[in-house]
């Protein structure tokens, strides 16, 4: 295991993302002497005033330009890559723009690591394991990869990619697979920003199908923390599940949601289900567990705070 002192200058790209964001606001609060640097291209997902007036470094740069990497990467102590396009429905009808960004973009920040010798976080997706039926155990790090939809095909080959150049290179790479996120700064497209929005506006609330495909919640804290574990204690060449215990049908989301937010259920809209949606992810994190993590943040705490965040906006 490769031991750190007080300080470290860590390469964060995608930070001004959702869990980007939120990662470099929790490292900077746990490891003040560390010299954040932040990456960003800056898309329709990557908002600056996220981390506007944060002590940090900040460049706007396209992961894919390998020859910026290089230059980029270049003295840093690690990076932590979050850069990709995240959105299952946009990869549904936009394929190529995943493909391109989650595969190229990752071979490009493998190859400035690889040159200049930085160990490399690469964060990855539950969805790469495909899914579940109701009675299926778990996903662990053995389970294999099967993704559904061209997002998280375009993830399972980035990690695919990752462990070659463990492999090939001797590269220092770790691999995180988290459940679903939700928390403060997450771009208001995805499932909680959409009810909650769509609730304090008395709006229609689209649930797919009948509702009763299960997700596991995670709060982007408890991510975040999990991030730094494995960072700091995780061994070369592994993958580490990030799991919330927050196992939920959709339908059970929304209607949690709408009671704590004092809305009615009539809110709810069915709506055509989308292509090869995945019926179950569930998470088994106890390989992340032994080196001494666990989720804190319970679900009604965490989606209480979510609301408060998104009411403040």
């Known amino acids: 295991m490769r031991q750190w002192g007080t300080y470290m200058r860590v390469v964060i790209t995608g930070g001004a993302g959702f869990i ?10 746990a490891h003040p002497k560390y010299d954040i640097v932040v990456l960003d291209s800056l898309t329709y997902a990557g908002i600056i005033g996220n981390i506007k007036g944060l002590p940090i470094g900040f460049k706007c740069a396209d992961i894919r330009d390998t020859d910026d990497m290089v230059n980029i990467v270049h003295g840093a102590g690690y990076v932590v890559n979050f850069a990709a ?3 299952v429905d946009r990869s549904i009808t936009d394929p190529m723009t995943f493909l391109d960004t989650n595969v190229m973009g990752t071979a490009s920040i493998l190859e400035a690591c690889k040159w200049n010798k930085v160990p490399l976080l690469h964060i990855s997706t539950d969805e790469v394991y495909g899914d ?11 389970t294999s990869i099967k993704p559904s939809s061209p997002y998280s095909a375009s993830k399972a080959a980035a990690d695919l990619l990752c462990q070659s150049y463990v492999r090939t290179y001797r590269s220092d790479i770790k691999i995180t697979r988290s459940s679903n996120n939700y928390g403060p700064y997450q771009f208001p497209e995805k499932m909680i920003p959409v009810i909650i929005t769509k609730a304090l506006a008395d709006a229609p ?19 975040c923390r999990a991030i730094d574990t494995v960072i700091h204690k995780g061994k070369s060449g ?3 599940n990030v799991g919330g215990d927050g196992e939920m049908t959709n339908i059970e989301l929304v209607k ?19 292509p090869g949606h995945d019926l179950r992810y ?16 319970g679900f009604e ?13």
């Open 20 to 29: 980007g964001t939120n990662f470099v606001r929790y490292m900077l609060k």
């Open 85 to 87: 396009e995240s959105h």
């Open 132 to 142: 579940l039926t109701p009675d299926d155990p778990a996903f662990t790090e053995e």
């Open 205 to 223: 609330i689209p649930v797919y199908g009948e509702g009763l495909n299960i997700r596991d919640w995670l709060y982007v804290e408890d991510n």
């Open 238 to 240: 592994e993958v580490y």
């Open 256 to 274: 949690k949601i709408l009671k704590i937010m004092d809305k009615p259920e009539s809110l709810i809209t069915y709506v055509t289900d989308r």
């Open 282 to 297: 569930a998470i088994n994190h106890d390989k992340l567990s032994k080196l001494g993590w666990q989720p804190l943040v």
């Open 301 to 313: 705490e965490g989606i209480r705070r979510t609301i408060d965040w998104y009411r403040s906006r």
